[in-house]
T-cell receptor, first 114, second 117 residues
Framework: SQQGEEDPQALSIQEGENATMNCSYK?????LQWYRQNSGRGLVHLIL?????REKHSGRLRVTLDTSKKSSSLLITASRAADTASYFC??????????????FGRGTQLTVWP | DTEVTQTPKHLVMGMTNKKSLKCEQH?????MYWYKQKAKKPPELMFV???????INESVPSRFSPECPNSSLLNLHLHALQPEDSALYLC????????????????FGQGTRLTVV
């Protein structure tokens, strides 16, 4: 399966600490995206990093991509209780026959305690 | 307007019922998706429409029937569902550039929580 695999599956930290989530995948990708999902609700797009990019920032978010290791990480700095959610990585595949597929990993459940 | 609107938010249906889920976006996106998500699991792709044509069907049972009446609307018709089909059904859209509907970010609706009894 192409699905990304997040690590850890669950992460519990205090407000103000940094949270790091990792994602690994199996085949060549066009881009990798991170999404956030509050319990039982829709997914919100956080950041997209293309296969020719190595690092990207957006506010308190920092994403890295290592295509040689087929892995990505999401760092949330100075976490807040409102960051509590599930975080998914999703890979978009390059091959023409799979246009439009976004494969989601199993997700990391982040809990930030006040 | 960067919203994807799904209706209804909740749906309870019997195994002999026929119902439809609706999804609408006005962002000019040309790729639209249906995903199914079970509790504590990632979303699983069901269907992709690209430029109003069904481009991907992930071997979904025929009791789920998608329809794309125009570039802004996406429906999912449900018939003779099973209790195991109970899940959160998510609609999404993306810009759908020629050469790769997955090349850009996807915008998701809030989902329809479906319960089959």
């Amino acid at each position: 399966s192409q699905q990304g695999e997040e690590d850890p599956q669950a992460l519990s930290i205090q407000e103000g600490e940094n949270a790091t989530m990792n994602c690994s995948y199996k085949t060549s990708i066009n881009n990798l995206q991170w999404y956030r999902q509050n319990s039982g609700r829709g997914l919100v797009h956080l950041i997209l990093i293309r296969s020719n990019e190595r690092e990207k920032h957006s506010g308190r978010l920092r994403v890295t991509l290592d295509t040689s290791k087929k892995s990505s990480s999401l760092l949330i700095t100075a976490s807040r209780a409102a960051d509590t959610a599930s975080y998914f990585c999703a890979t978009a595949i390059l091959r023409g026959s799979t246009l439009g597929r976004l494969y989601f990993g199993r997700g990391t459940q982040l809990t930030v305690w006040p | 307007d960067t919203e994807v609107t799904q209706t209804p938010k909740h749906l309870v249906m019997g195994m002999t019922n026929k119902k439809s889920l609706k999804c609408e976006q006005h962002m000019g996106h040309r790729a639209m998706y249906w995903y199914k998500q079970k509790a504590k699991k990632p979303p699983e792709l069901m269907f992709v429409y690209s430029y109003e044509k069904l481009s991907i069907n992930e071997s979904v049972p025929s009791r789920f029937s998608p329809e794309c009446p125009n570039s802004s609307l996406l429906n999912l018709h449900l018939h003779a569902l099973q209790p195991e089909d109970s899940a959160l059904y998510l609609c999404a859209s993306s810009q759908g550039l020629k050469g790769g509907a997955g090349n850009t970010e996807a915008f998701f609706g809030q989902g329809t929580r479906l319960t089959v009894v």
